[in-house]
């Protein structure tokens, strides 16, 4: 679908709640391995939200922009996870708190790929074995407040 082409700018946010101590390596939400993809990863029991396309400015220019939760989500506990790509940064959050963020700028990538939640069209191998919730996806970076309050549920 065209409309899920984004170019210059994306966000999206879901609630996750991955098993409890079980290392997970899989596709959260996806739209192939060559635009845009939100992924678990194993060794860090955290989250990464990466772009292809974009390419990051300042100190490491030139490369793709990757940002990764610092907090594990494979808890057993539910998470409020969104990034936004607003064509400055590239960010994500944790529960409506900055992780990590990083200056990049370029259109995004597009491909023919579906969106998917929980799986990559790319590589059916690593299916999420967990719980994905409330997916919002958006063309256009949101902003801290909005972030926060859909974590709290007060989204419109």
Do not use: C
Request: charged share 25%.
């Amino acid at each position: 679908m065209d409309e899920l082409n984004f170019r210059e700018a994306m966000s999206f946010a879901f609630w996750i709640k991955a098993p409890s101590g079980e290392k997970l390596s899989a596709a959260l939400l996806t739209k192939g391995n060559n635009t845009w993809r939100v992924q678990s990863i194993a060794d860090r029991r955290s989250v990464s939200f990466a772009l292809t396309g974009p390419l990051t400015t300042g100190t490491n220019k030139g490369r793709q922009p990757i940002v990764k939760t610092k907090r594990p989500v494979d808890d057993g506990q539910w998470h409020h996870l969104a990034g936004v790509y607003d064509g400055q940064r590239v960010a994500l959050f944790l529960d409506g708190e900055l992780e990590d963020s990083v200056s990049a700028g370029g259109p995004i990538a597009v491909n023919t790929e579906p969106v998917m939640i929980g799986q990559n069209s790319m590589g059916r191998t690593q299916p999420f074995k967990g719980w994905i919730d409330e997916v919002r996806l958006y063309g256009r970076g949101l902003s801290v407040q909005e972030i926060k309050a859909l974590g709290r549920g007060e989204a419109k």
